[in-house]
């Protein structure tokens, strides 16, 4: 399924899909033996905000360090980065890929959330100007 929503929207990636696919297949296999660890030693919600503490800072790198590469302008500037984010997410196909995926999984129907994005979208670009 996810095959099916990166290839409705557009995405285009220049990577091995071969390495892909086995890095995926790597960190499905730790996550579901970590939740499993976590799950039987756990206190739930605590457990639950230390592994995400975690993760943050285990994934930190692999996000800044290449987004420091690609545009560091990012940094000094988050509105200007949140609001290519909104006007990515207020595209007419993400929200048929989410209508999609819907349907497909029998999820309740949700509220269109592009009049909010457009809203949040306008007060960023007066506010940034």
Known sequence: MAVGVVLLAGVQLDVEPVGVGFASAVLWAAY???GKRVADTGDGQDSLAVGMAAAAVLLAPFVVIPQLAIDAAVFADPRTCLLERLEVADDLRGQR?????????????????????????????????
């Open 32 to 34: 579901i033996l970590v």
């Open 97 to 129: 890929n989410w209508w999609l995926l819907a349907t497909v999984n029998n999820w309740p129907e949700q509220p269109d959330l592009a009049p909010i994005f457009t809203r949040f979208a306008q007060a960023l670009r007066a506010r940034t100007a």
